[in-house]
């Protein structure tokens, strides 16, 4: 099946009870078995739930995959990933990555021995450098929240895999969605998302998944779900199924929005820089160009002027790019990430990767671009 039948069709079957073509939101807490050990497949929720089974199956299928795994929330599926490792691994991810992965790293999970190397992964060298003996994972973001900048994914899964069959290639995918890249054909073992964003599309659902094809690592993340527990409710599982439904239609215009965006900011006298894997002038332009088939929904700029009080009178004097956090919604959004989604990253270790005071953050939505365009226009002034 092609993408969009398969966001439709994919694992999912009328239900046979009823012949419901939507699939039903099962809201129960537990299931009758005939017998001790005898029953339909399900035994409790958290375990297993029929509605949150067909869209771990939906979203497998959308990513290539064997195996799909939902969660609570995107930092939930984050937090399982890394639990398949152990007190002296060591993870080299992305420097330029959203500022609550940062935080779970740093905070979390460095207390109990597991190390991160934070370095620029669009230089290959620079994996190279710090590849040994103990590295079992590599964290990839692609594009990079809220820089933008592009990873390659077949060349830095190369050189891991090269190095040791150990290593846990992993790609947040949340800002390309499987629509626009599919990280596991490129050579990744795994792939994560915040369906809380393009996925569920509509600002009204918080929830996480990972796909994989390992059998064994499978395993591991299936033991970790059912053990700690973080598994979303049956209404959250239907609300992203839905908004899969259309995720096909909403990321095309995304997209086309979000370039004509890009060009209006690049001209205007009040930006400084535009950040957007779109622009030919980008560093890793030919790279997004071709592992992704569009460039996305988002796009960051900085002002000429470098202050909070520059990006707060713009922050404050929008009308249809609301001030909020998240993106991916069919509504545009407008965040500082200096102060919010990246305010748990260190000023020093922000600005080394171009998170400036004055950098803005856009996740453009599906509204008709000529009023998104006059609204930046009259809060650029």
Known sequence: MKFATKAI????????????????????STYVQESPGVHKGYEYARTQNPTRHVLQENIAALENGK??????TGMGAIDAIVKTLKPGDEVISTNDLYGG??????????????????????????LTALLNDKTRMLWIETPTNPMLNIVDIEVLANIAHNYSPNINVVVDNTFATPYLQNPLNLGANTVTHSATKYLGGHSDVVLGVVVCNDAALAEKLGFIQNSTGATPGPFDCFLVLRGIKTLHIRMEAHCKNAAEIANFLASHKAVKKVNYPGFASHPMHAVAAKQMRGFGGMVSFSLKEDSIQAANKVLSATHLFS?????????????????MTHASIPLEERLKTGVTDSLIRLSV????????IEDLARALG
């Open 9 to 28: 069709h994919a694992g999912i079957s009328p239900d046979p009870s009823t012949g419901a073509i939507m699939t039903p939101i099962f809201q129960t």
């Open 67 to 72: 195996f799909g795994f939902c969660f609570s």
């Open 101 to 126: 992965t940062y935080r779970l790293f740093t905070k979390v999970f460095q207390q109990y021995g597991i190390r991160f190397h934070f370095t620029d992964l669009s230089n290959s060298a620079n």
């Open 323 to 339: 001030l909020a956090e998240s993106l991916g919604g069919v509504e545009s959004l407008i965040g500082h990430p200096a102060t």
């Open 365 to 372: 939505g599906i509204e008709d671009v000529s009023d998104l």
